[in-house]
């Protein structure tokens, strides 16, 4: 998307970046060419995450609970039932990990039916389609 607009003239700013543990990124990251590229451990990164959750969690916004499901680490991800295949992984076929974890939420059906209507009244919104 970036390479497109840069072709058509338009002035772009692409940022990329990555977690400490996320080599697939990593390695794609250097695949790319970016503007700038940042990590979770950097200072500004820091501060910037802080500053914005402490914002959230004062409104209420982030709440203290535990999610579970069937994660395939290969892929990096949790699967539900109807998404396995045979009961494994789609793309390794290998039976994922049940796993469980406490952590912050975003309360995010506070927000569902707004989100939806702006969605739905601006379908350039979330592009590519």
Not at 17 to 26: M, N, P
Not at 53 to 66: A, C, N, P, S, T
Not at 72 to 88: A, H, I, P, Q, S
């Amino acid at each position: 998307m970036n390479r497109f607009h840069k072709l058509l003239g338009d002035e772009t700013f692409f940022l990329t970046g990555t977690d400490e543990h996320g080599d697939k990124i990593v390695q794609a990251a250097e695949k790319i060419e970016n503007d700038d590229f940042i990590r979770t451990t950097q200072e500004r990164h820091i501060k910037c995450v802080q500053e914005v959750l402490q914002k959230v969690y004062d409104k209420g916004d982030i709440y203290f609970g535990e999610y579970g499901g069937h994660y395939c680490f290969g892929c990096e991800r949790f699967y539900t039932e109807k998404e396995l295949v045979d009961g494994k992984c789609p793309q390794h076929e290998t039976v994922p990990e049940y796993i469980a974890e406490k952590n912050y939420f975003f309360k995010m059906s506070k927000y569902q039916d707004w989100l939806i209507g702006h969605i739905n009244d601006n379908p350039d919104f979330i592009r590519p389609e």
